[in-house]
């Protein structure tokens, strides 16, 4: 097991802070001791006083950042993601990717200067989820006929107390959309199901959101065995996100929003008891059991790469 852990951050937004309380709650449970740093564009941000015992320093010049880093967590906006890991991949041969892995598909992944023996890790929190982790693991989904995936929330109650226009989302350019954004819902199709042979999208702008990136994304994929339907938006009012799945004995209704399994023809249903932060949790688990070469790499930037393809361009 490793006893320290020197770690690098990029980017300190919401889902960055996130991450930095809980690798400083994974790693004090294991009684492994780390440093984390920084690294910033702009000196002039504040640091929140909830994070001053965890950072030990902040660094906005390229050229003073050391180059001995064990992992270094990449959570600024995507579209900054592979400029980054080009700039960074001779810091560190480890990195953890915030999704999605990149904002383009157009990228030459040998321009990296990537290390063969490195752990390069897409985020993919859904995974962890109960829910998805019971129909992974309790359901025969070889008996699955068809697949019905819909994530609906409203961009504007995403981030309370910012103005939803000013957000990467709200900005194509930034890798903003409901189609990248929420490629969650990708992930863990094919995640249960694997790649689909045939992938048709209709995508666009049609709410009243003040915003240029696309609000609705709908994709039908084809399997040698079933099809499976993607719905995801921006402009749902009441937040719905599920995976319906339909089989010859059964209607099974896996409610991730509400961490419940529902069955619908024998009206019974699981309550799992988690929260958002219980599943990231286990995710910055699993990514160190990963590094200490106790579990595989199941979302290397390749695999990210291929979701990615599919959530962006609807071709499989």
């Known amino acids: 097991m490793q006893k320290k852990y020197k770690i690098a951050m990029i980017g300190l937004g919401a889902i960055g802070k996130r991450h930095l309380l809980n690798i400083d709650k994974v790693l004090q449970r294991r009684g492994i001791e780390y440093t984390v740093d920084l690294i910033r564009r702009k000196s002039s941000c504040a640091l929140d006083k909830s994070l001053h015992k965890i950072v030990s320093t902040v660094y906005t010049e390229h050229e003073n950042v050391p180059d001995d880093y064990d992992v270094i967590f990449i959570t600024n906006p995507t579209y900054l993601h592979y400029d980054t890991i080009r700039k960074f991949s001779c810091k560190s041969k480890n990195m953890f990717i915030e999704k999605p892995v990149f904002d383009e598909v157009a990228v030459d992944i040998a321009k990296l200067s990537l290390d063969e023996d490195g752990v390069y890790y897409v985020a993919c929190p859904l995974r962890y989820t109960d829910v998805i982790q019971y129909v992974k693991n309790e359901i025969d989904l070889d008996c699955v006929y068809s697949a019905r995936a819909i994530c609906s929330s409203y961009l504007p109650d995403w981030r309370p107390g910012t103005d939803y226009r000013k957000t990467y989302s709200a900005h194509l350019d930034q890798g903003g959309g409901v189609s990248i954004d929420l490629i969650h819902e990708w992930d863990y199709i094919m995640y249960l199901f694997g790649k689909p042979k045939q992938v048709m999208n209709y995508r666009g702008k049609f709410s009243r959101l003040e915003i240029n990136s696309d609000d609705l994304s709908v994709y039908i994929a084809e399997y040698e065995n079933r099809l499976a339907e993607v719905h995801i938006d921006y402009f749902g009012r009441k937040l719905i996100r599920e995976l319906q799945l339909f089989t010859a004995d059964e209607t099974i209704v896996a409610d991730i929003a509400n961490s419940e399994i529902r069955f619908l023809k024998e009206n019974n249903a699981i309550q799992f008891k988690e929260d958002r932060n219980s599943y990231q949790l286990k995710e910055i688990e699993n990514f160190f059991d990963i590094l200490e070469g106790k579990n595989n790499n199941e ?18």
């Open 299 to 316: 979302n290397d930037i390749t695999i990210a790469l291929d979701t990615l393809k599919i959530a962006k361009e609807g071709e499989a």
